[in-house]
């Protein structure tokens, strides 16, 4: 457990077997008290 200031940033990685993102996909984070966040996995280009 440690505690989370403004500014700092949490990064993650996958899982042993996890194929790579591909369009369409979503990627969704969750943080107790704070909130979630969903972001759209998009071609460059594509929205």
Do not use: A, C, F, Y
């Not at 440690?2 to 969704?28: A, K, Q, R, Y």
């Not at 984070?29 to 972001?39: D, K, Q, W």
């Amino acid at each position: 457990v440690m505690t989370l200031l403004p500014g700092d940033l949490i990064l993650t990685g996958t899982p042993e077997g996890v194929g790579p993102l591909e369009h369409g996909d979503s990627v969704s984070i969750s943080v107790e008290g704070i909130g979630s966040l969903t972001n759209p996995v998009v071609r460059k280009g594509q929205s």
